[in-house]
């Protein structure tokens, strides 16, 4: 049973950064690419960033590029998300996302195997 769990959301103001984790459990986490969603109040889920099963290849939405790190520790089974210089627009719930291919295009076109259950971020102004 795949498990995917999210920590380290909170309140912060703009310009404040946050890191978030996710704990994966019950896949073979070097072998499965990763990614982070977020849904902001009445909005769709988007996309917002994707990292391969051995780390060597990110991708980042355009609204967060720049600000946004996606990373992972194989040995931890955790994939983290560096949040720099936030926005009130970034406020949203994230999601951690798993793959069964260690190849993040299925996490590109929305084909995502298996969700956690999210945390929350909120960026006051």
């Known amino acids: 049973q795949v498990q995917l769990v999210e920590s380290g959301g909170g309140l912060v103001q703009a310009g404040d950064s946050l890191r978030l984790s996710c704990a994966a459990s019950?896949?073979?986490?070097?072998?499965?690419?990763m990614g982070w969603f977020r849904q902001a109040p009445g909005k769709e889920r988007e996309f917002v960033a994707a990292?391969?099963?051995?780390?060597?290849?990110?991708s980042y939405a355009d609204s967060v590029k720049g600000r946004f790190t996606i990373s992972r520790d194989n040995d931890k089974n955790t994939v983290y998300l560096q949040m720099n210089s936030l926005k009130p627009e970034d406020t949203a719930v994230y999601y951690c996302?798993?793959?069964?291919?260690?190849?993040?295009?299925?996490?590109?076109?929305?084909?995502?195997?298996?969700w956690g259950k999210g945390t929350l971020v909120t960026v006051s102004s």
């Open positions: 996302a798993a793959d069964r291919s260690p190849y993040y295009s299925d996490l590109l076109r929305d084909d995502v195997d298996y």
């Open positions: 019950g896949l073979i986490f070097s072998r499965s690419a």
């Open positions: 990292i391969i099963g051995s780390g060597l290849s990110t």
